[in-house]
């Protein structure tokens, strides 16, 4: 004998509105909190030095010089001609700027000749030389 009728439970739902809404604050939390490290354009061997470095110049333009391939002007790719037309745009904006060179220890002598006749061209007044510093050997 049965009393009682059972009911059949239909399949329980989920809510996913309110887990989309969570969903989307974790995200906007990882965003805000998450800070990014400036990578360099290349992995270069810089040369070391015993001298102590001068502390960074907001003013300052890096120039990087590889041990093959293109010169760098910032991290973008560039020829003689455009480093040199960047330069005098750049020299335009900010008459008192330094450019810092970076070279690879292994990079041609004839490509910082270069880099420092394009700092001349465009009215450089400070360059200088991004190194490593090191112990004395």
Same mark, same amino acid.
């Given at each position: 004998m049965q009393f009682t009728t059972r009911k059949r439970r239909g399949p329980p739902t989920v809510i996913i509105v309110s887990l989309i809404d969570v969903l989307i604050v974790v995200l906007i939390f990882l965003m805000v909190t998450t800070t990014f490290k400036q990578q360099p354009a290349l992995k270069l061997s810089l040369p070391e030095s015993s001298q102590k470095e001068k502390g960074a110049n907001p003013d300052t333009i890096t120039v990087t010089i590889p041990k093959t391939g293109p010169l760098y002007f910032k991290t973008d790719p560039v020829t003689y001609d455009k480093l040199v037309q960047r330069l005098k745009e750049a020299c335009a904006a900010n008459p008192n700027m330094t450019l810092a060179i970076r070279g690879d220890t292994d990079a041609s002598l004839?490509?910082? &000749?270069? &880099?420092?006749? +394009? +700092?001349? +061209? +465009?009215?450089?007044?400070? &360059?200088?030389e991004a190194i490593r510093n090191g112990a004395a050997p």
């Open positions: 004839g490509q910082y &000749v270069k &880099v420092l006749d +394009a +700092a001349k +061209a +465009a009215h450089i007044k400070n &360059v200088s």
